[in-house]
């Protein structure tokens, strides 16, 4: 019997004893892959132990629930800091500049903060602490770092302002996610960070089409809102009283002083002394789809802007500048005279035969278009996708009453009246696409869109425009309104798509002032024009299908805007401008063995800087268009002072 111990226990025999031990650790006979498989098994069965075993249910479960909510509230918060960066940056710098790096760093900022956790975990072991104290004072930091935009520009403002708040915001919520998920090694941990992260990605391609839409319907839903919601959330992920009493001050000052979100007095008292060294008054301003939007009074010069984001819909004198008084005795007299070339729709000859004139007005702008054709007796259809845009026209600027407004997006307007919006329903087999069909014909069509150095990019396609044909009279003439460089691809690109659609003989593009022969003309040669068409062709194909009668006194309105730039002078001549050549239509003749052929542009110089604008060539038009929108910036700060921009 073997010897009892100090217990009473018997003694184990070596044999069993290393029987006995084996459970735990390697005998001195187990190769080195047992003993490596042994190692992890043993690891594995530690941390399931930490996880489960040595937590009752209840609290396991509550663990469970909080790191559920915990993941899914620090997606939002760096959601939050993105899209809410997006919405400020952009009245300051305009939105194509605040997105042109801003995926990709912000995406950095997020691979970086969950990479961190295995050297910060030891240094930062509550990042969320850090996160609250943040994010309560980004919109503090954006308004004092805005002082600095006209020094760095509109292409490294942007990044030097996100890098000090939106991008740290975003780490930090990266950090603490890859904390809260701790897998066990770097392997395990990839897979979560993965999701999170391709997550996070698509949550910032979609904020604008499922965010966008309803900004500025709710006080949550505005750029201080979703930016106020960052800094709630990542207090209350916190869990530490001192941290988010630190994190108050932060947002009581964005609710009381910081003028970019607050219109209580303190706020508006900066915001008032600012614009008033520049002899501007905020008359009004609210954030919506398109931007943030407001009315600004000049005092000295008496003139009335309509703003969106960084960029200018249009303006009205209030009273007639100096040098002009006594020109003017009817309409109001626009700002930007180019928007009065618009109605010269009603100029072309042969005009429509139609008796009650009927127009549709694609974008608003002030209304000076819609009041000008309206006061020429014309029905007048406004399509215009931003509710406060008409609001402002109407209150601010005096936009008439006396038209049908749709206040929707173009492209959803014209698939609806051409028949072509018809969906099939969830499980339904697909149907052959729809023949367009216009409900309604118009004899005028003014199309104005562009803002911001940049247009939105879907309503000049092929496939818009072919519809915008559709709802064109067959003796009907449309206007389209652009501004850029004629020397850069955007502007080659939409007029060779508009002179595709409606054919080069049916078209004539009209610039707003005297190209002169400088040096300076052959580098950049930025203008506004406007490209009119009609539907119907010339008799004699190779000549051109419409001319302009001369206006008569009564069509001026009593403003000198009109009788200065109504009538279209300026023509380009685009076969020469951008090397392009006609060919003329072939007639079939059996004797002579031709087919019949279309009308054709070829190219004539060696150029391969424009496209025809259709769903496939959208993304590398957008990317053409960076380059005028940030150049548009340029050309907007010598409108009024950085100051007033930077001020919204």
């Known amino acids: 019997m073997p010897p009892k111990t100090r217990s009473g226990s018997a003694r184990a025999t070596p044999s069993k004893a290393g029987a006995a031990k084996g459970n735990t650790a390697a005998s001195s006979n187990q190769s080195p892959e047992e003993i490596a498989a042994l190692a992890r098994e043993q690891a ?60 990709k760093l912000a995406s950095a900022a997020y691979i970086l903060g969950w990479a961190s956790k295995f050297v910060l975990s ?96 709710n006080e949550l839903l505005t750029r201080c809102g979703i930016e106020t919601l960052m800094g709630v959330l990542s207090s209350v992920l916190s869990l530490n009283n001192k941290l988010v009493a630190l994190a108050v001050p932060g947002l009581i000052q964005t609710f009381l002083s910081n003028p970019m979100c607050s219109n209580m007095d303190p706020a508006q008292a900066v915001m008032t002394e600012t614009l008033n060294k520049h002899n501007f008054t905020l008359v009004a301003r609210a954030d919506s789809i398109t931007g943030y939007i407001s009315v600004l009074d000049n005092n000295f010069h008496n003139y009335r802007l309509l703003r969106a984001d960084h960029s200018l819909l249009g303006g009205e004198w209030v009273k007639p500048p100096v040098g002009f008084e006594g020109q003017g005795s009817g309409e109001k007299e626009p700002v930007y005279a180019i928007f009065v070339m618009l109605e010269a729709v009603r100029l072309v000859e042969p005009q429509p035969k139609s008796e009650d004139k009927k127009a549709l007005v694609i974008g608003a702008g002030i209304g000076t278009v819609v009041n000008g ?20 026209a109407t209150e601010y600027f005096g936009l008439l009453p006396n038209h049908t407004a749709y206040i929707e997006d173009a492209a959803a307007f ?48 092929v496939d818009f425009l072919e519809k915008l044909k559709i709802l064109l009279a067959e003796d009907g003439v449309i206007a389209i309104n652009y501004a850029g460089d004629l020397l850069l ?107 019949a052929q279309p009308a054709q542009r070829v190219r004539v110089k060696e150029t391969d800087d424009y496209v025809l604008l259709k769903r496939e060539t959208i993304e590398k038009f957008s990317q053409w268009q960076m380059e005028s929108a940030i150049g548009h910036w340029s050309v907007m700060r010598t409108v009024f002072p950085g100051e007033v921009w930077e001020n919204p």
């Open 44 to 103: 594995s069965k530690a941390h399931y132990d930490k996880l489960i075993n040595r937590k009752p249910p209840a609290e396991a479960l509550k663990d469970a629930v909080f790191l559920i909510f915990g993941q899914f509230a620090l997606i939002v918060i760096a959601l939050a800091a993105s899209y809410g960066s997006q919405l400020t940056l952009a009245p300051v710098y305009g939105s194509a500049a605040a997105g042109l790096h801003h995926r």
């Open 489 to 595: 691809p955007p502007a080659r690109s939409i007029i060779y798509t508009i002179l595709s659609v409606f054919g080069n003989d049916n078209c004539q593009v009209f610039r707003e002032d005297e190209p002169v022969d400088t040096p300076e003309r052959k580098i950049k040669d930025f203008t506004n024009m406007v490209v009119f068409c009609t539907k119907k062709g010339p008799e004699v194909p190779g000549t051109p299908s419409f001319k302009f009668r001369r206006p008569r006194e009564e069509e001026f309105l009593g403003t000198f805007s009109r009788k200065r730039c109504l009538y279209p002078e300026w023509k380009i001549n685009v076969e020469e401008q951008f090397g392009w050549k006609m060919l003329p239509a072939v007639e079939a003749n059996e004797e002579a063995g031709t087919v």
């Open 122 to 217: 030891g240094v930062i072991p509550r990042p969320a602490f850090l996160l609250a104290a943040w994010a309560c004072y980004v919109p503090y930091l954006q308004t004092y770092l805005f002082q600095f935009s006209e020094n760095w520009g509109n292409e490294y403002g942007p990044i030097v302002t996100e890098a000090l708040t939106a991008y740290p915001v975003i780490f930090l919520a990266a950090l603490q996610a890859a904390i809260w998920i701790d897998r066990g090694g770097i392997v395990a941990d990839a897979v979560p960070g993965l999701a999170t992260f391709k997550l996070f990605q698509s949550l910032i391609d979609l904020a604008p089409i499922t965010i966008g839409p309803y900004i500025g319907k």
């Open 373 to 392: 054709l309206l006061r020429q007796s014309v029905a007048v259809d406004l399509v215009e996708i931003d509710p406060i845009v008409h609001k402002y």
């Open 414 to 461: 014209a698939r609806r009246q051409t028949g072509t919006d018809v969906v099939p329903k969830f499980g339904e087999e697909k149907v052959a696409e729809p023949v367009p069909v216009a409900k309604k014909q118009y004899d005028y069509i003014v199309h104005d869109v562009f803002t911001g150095g940049a247009v939105p990019a879907s309503l000049f396609t």
